[in-house]
């Protein structure tokens, strides 16, 4: 450090008066003297004789004495006075070892870089940014940072990728180079890929079937064994279920061929099933490729069994239900059973009932019993399911309800409903009415009168109670009578007396009604009102109706009047 003042020093004379040079020696000798002697607390000038000191260091707000000497600047003390915590820059881990000067190599101690790369190369030539302390600590250049451990980037080190050195994957590591890799498997394991080809096995030549290089499609990160294939996935788009999910690859992808455009539902066609399609007996199904078709195998068979076929025959326009059925649940014990001679091609004309049941049909003309003769009632052989079901064909129900004159009471067959006061046998069977098997429109006639003749000219016959119908005049229409026939068949009759009340204090009909013969002739005084009663002659009627206008002794003169 310069020490000597920036005072000008006073000129001194060359020589003394009166001669010599001895006094300016002696003066420049005191000036000496003083200048080189140390400066101590004791000794120190007063400030004002001080002169103006310039540090090297520039504002530093600290004694010299805490780093200096009094012997002279340099070396400083072993261990300077300086607490470097109190700074903007605390020393921490391999920073508190390191000598000033290393740092501060100017002896402005303000100017010195707070940044790694400020006195630290930088080995990743700012490949990795600026910011040293994403990795690095003060404790060292290893890695340090556990996010940087654990790879947490674009490519998290997951599976078998954990346990690899840096330097495996990073060749430029020596050199700190660690950016720029790809995270494509094969920028690393294409030698793994290209080893396929002789692998041989369970594994396929990769190379052979131009397998895409995108080796995360069918591996994953724990190694290259367990390989999970989504076969369903496009672009395969062809699910491994059920039989095919164990098949080894080349069953299939034979010769190494995995470039397969085969739909999950063409079986045939794949190459792998042609055979089993072509040995099919039951049905045929070479003898229809129409309808068996080779690539819509999966429209019956699944991925099971071949054997549990399931054809789905509503599809047809023609379910199978009842007796059509498969056994057990049904009669049919083969297809060939309606499908004669592996004939597929149906027709809607082909299922009509009378195409397969014909003889069925013919034999109503010896069935008998309840059973009309098909034949001649000229049944059209088109209409078997108007009557009959799936089931039986003994159960035939018609529905003669659809004919106008639906089946109730007396008229229905076994079992019906309840009915009282029948006359005779109920129906029992189609041919009660239907006499001679005529099943023809408009026979029977729907007219009571046409089929119950006999009850109509009988009728008196049925009780004492019951009118003459033929003397008395009836007319045919026996249901304005016979209204409750359903339920009480003949004896319900119920005639609707238009003007006189009925019944009346418990009259037959023949009380007043004396004609049988005409049932138009009726007396009130004939059988009932005779005697005492007050109505019962002439002249006890004739004192009831003194200056009734109109009114003369007659058998039925009571109804004009009393008709309620």
Not at 31 to 57: C, D, E, F, K
Not at 120 to 131: E, L, S, W, Y
Not at 144 to 164: E, I, M, T, Y
Request: aromatic share 8%.
């Amino acid at each position: 450090m310069n020490v000597v003042g920036t005072r000008q020093r006073g000129k001194l004379p060359c020589r003394a008066p009166g001669g010599g040079h001895t006094f300016g020696y002696f003066k420049f000798a005191f000036w000496a003297l003083l200048l080189s002697w140390p400066v101590s607390g004791a000794a120190r000038l007063p400030q004002s004789q001080r002169g103006n000191t310039r540090s090297p260091h520039e504002a530093l707000a600290i004694p010299c004495e805490n780093c200096h000497t009094a012997t002279a600047w340099r070396p400083i003390k072993a261990v300077p006075e300086f607490d470097h915590n109190k700074t903007k820059y605390p020393l921490r881990g391999m920073h508190e070892k390191v000598e000033c000067t290393q740092c501060h190599v100017k002896p402005v101690f303000t100017d010195v870089g707070k940044n790694c790369q400020d006195c630290h190369t930088d080995v990743h030539q700012r490949k990795m940014g600026t910011n040293c302390a994403q990795c690095h600590t003060v404790q060292g250049w290893n890695i340090a940072v556990q996010q940087v451990k654990d790879h947490q980037n674009r490519f998290p080190l997951l599976g078998a990728h954990a346990a690899v050195q840096c330097e495996d994957c990073h060749k430029g590591a020596a050199v700190g180079q660690f950016q720029g890799l790809s995270t494509a498997c094969a920028s690393c394991h294409l030698k793994d890929y290209q080893q396929t080809q002789t692998m041989g096995g369970s594994v396929p030549n990769h190379v052979a079937a131009q397998f895409p290089q995108t080796c995360e499609s069918c591996h994953t990160f724990d190694g290259w064994s367990g390989v999970m294939v989504n076969h369903a996935a496009p672009p395969i788009s062809f699910p491994l279920t059920n039989g095919h999910a164990n098949v080894p690859c080349l069953d299939c992808h034979v010769g190494n061929n995995y470039n397969l455009q085969i739909a999950a539902t063409d079986c045939g066609h794949a190459g792998c099933h042609l055979t089993t399609w072509q040995q099919t007996t039951n049905p045929q199904h070479s003898a229809a490729p129409t309808v068996f078709s080779i690539a819509t195998c999966s429209n019956c068979h699944n991925t099971v069994s071949w054997l549990n076929a399931n054809f789905n025959h509503a599809s047809t326009g023609w379910p199978l239900t009842g007796s059509h059925q498969m056994a057990p649940a049904g009669k049919v014990t083969a297809c060939t059973d309606c499908h004669i001679n592996n004939n597929y091609t149906f027709t809607a004309a082909n299922t009509d009932c009378y195409g397969c049941h014909q003889t069925a049909w013919q034999s109503t003309t010896t069935l008998g019993g309840s059973i009309p003769n098909h034949v001649t009632a000229g049944f059209l052989t088109s209409m078997c399911s108007t009557c009959h079901d799936t089931v039986l064909w003994s159960d035939g129900k018609f529905e003669h309800a659809a004919t106008g004159f639906p089946l109730q009471g007396p008229h229905m067959l076994p079992p019906r409903t309840a009915v009282t006061g029948a006359i005779g046998p109920m129906v029992n069977a189609c041919t009660d009415c239907h006499i001679g098997g005529n099943y023809t429109a408009g026979y029977p006639t729907t007219d009571c009168y046409g089929c119950h003749q006999s009850y109509y000219t009988n009728a008196q016959t049925f009780g004492t109670s019951v009118p003459n119908h033929v003397t008395a005049n009836y007319p045919t229409a026996c249901i304005s009578c016979h209204a409750t026939w359903v339920t009480t068949a003949w004896l319900g009759a119920a005639f609707t007396h238009t003007w006189f009340r009925i019944p009346h204090n418990g009259s037959s009909c023949a009380d007043c009604h004396f004609n049988p013969n005409n049932y138009a002739i009726f007396s009130c005084i004939q059988a009932c009102h005779t005697g005492s009663s007050p109505h019962a002659n002439a002249q006890n009627t004739n004192s009831q109706h003194g200056g009734v206008s109109g009114y003369t002794y007659g058998p039925t003169i009571c109804v004009n009047c009393h008709k309620g």
